[in-house]
């Protein structure tokens, strides 16, 4: 995270594309009547999840998220096959019992690393007399060029680097207000409420430009723990 915006994550793409290598090794196993080898292929994606989780950003932890709901898939299909024994059952349960039942893929600790990432990158690398033009011109180049973002870019690119600095610090509001609607009883409708709020500027035009669309994050972790 110390890399801010220039942070490559290219380890994440090999891990998944490992991930599918082992889910069809593991039905080669099953195929072959050989259960337990194709569970032990399968308890490897999972700690393969584990371990790109730990980077603690958001796109990591999707990644390894859809890396688990892979394993769990072929676990399914492995307790369906007729073909467990005892020992194939204890590797599955061994792996399944490794995962966060509050916390799958350490979706909801990736905030923090997300606020850590935006905002300390924003202000890290748009400094000087150009700070709003080129934060501007970053957004552009990787933003879907809506409306909403075309209007506050066009504010952004005047700014110094002190307004920006302020409207950075500013965005921690909304970053806050993220984290305690996902803890709380009704998160998806908080969650919601809050994106709204960050969609009409209350937060400020940074927090709208940097924040990611936890709701669908949400969503995602949810039917893992479903």
Not at 24 to 33: K, W, Y
Not at 78 to 91: D, H, I, K, Q
Not at 194 to 212: H, K, M, S, T, W
Request: hydrophobic fraction near 45%.
């Amino acid at each position: 995270r110390e890399q801010g915006f220039s942070l490559l994550l290219p380890h994440l793409a090999k891990t998944r594309g490992e991930a599918r290598v082992l889910r069809f090794a593991a039905r080669r196993e099953l195929g072959d009547n050989h259960p337990l080898a194709a569970a032990e292929h399968l308890a490897t994606i999972l700690r393969m999840a584990d371990h790109a989780a730990r980077d603690e950003i958001a796109i990591s932890s999707l990644v390894a998220a859809a890396m688990t709901s892979l394993s769990l898939g072929e676990m399914r299909v492995l307790a369906e096959s007729g073909r467990m024994n005892e020992a194939t059952r204890g590797c599955m349960i061994a792996a399944i019992e490794r995962l966060s039942h509050t916390d799958p893929c350490g979706i909801r600790r990736s905030m923090r690393g997300e606020r850590e990432l935006m905002l300390r990158a924003t202000m890290a690398t748009f400094t000087g007399p150009d700070a709003g033009r080129n934060f501007a011109a970053f957004i552009e180049s990787s933003s879907d060029d809506g409306e909403a973002t075309k209007v506050r870019m066009l504010a952004v690119a005047d700014w110094t680097h002190e307004r920006l600095a302020a409207e950075t610090t500013r965005a921690e509001g909304a970053f806050d207000a993220l984290e305690a609607a996902w803890d709380s009883p009704e998160a998806a409708e908080a969650i919601a409420q809050v994106e709204q709020r960050i969609n009409r500027d209350e937060f400020g035009i940074v927090a709208a430009l940097v924040c990611p669309s936890m709701g669908k994050i949400h969503a995602r972790s949810q039917r893992l723990i479903e």
